[in-house]
Every structure is written in structure tokens, then in C-alpha cells.
């Protein structure tokens, strides 16, 4: 379940870089 927590919070921190 820790895995999933920290590929979410990497998943979202990528996305507003990629947006930017």
C-alpha cells in the first residue's frame, strides 16, 4: 500500500511539471 501512496504523490509532482 506504501508503494501505491508514493507512485501517486511521484505520479502527481510529475504532472504539473510536465504541464508547466
Known sequence: M?????AG???GKNKPSRDQ
Open 2 to 6: 506504501k508503494n501505491v501512496i508514493t
Open 9 to 11: 504523490v511521484s505520479y
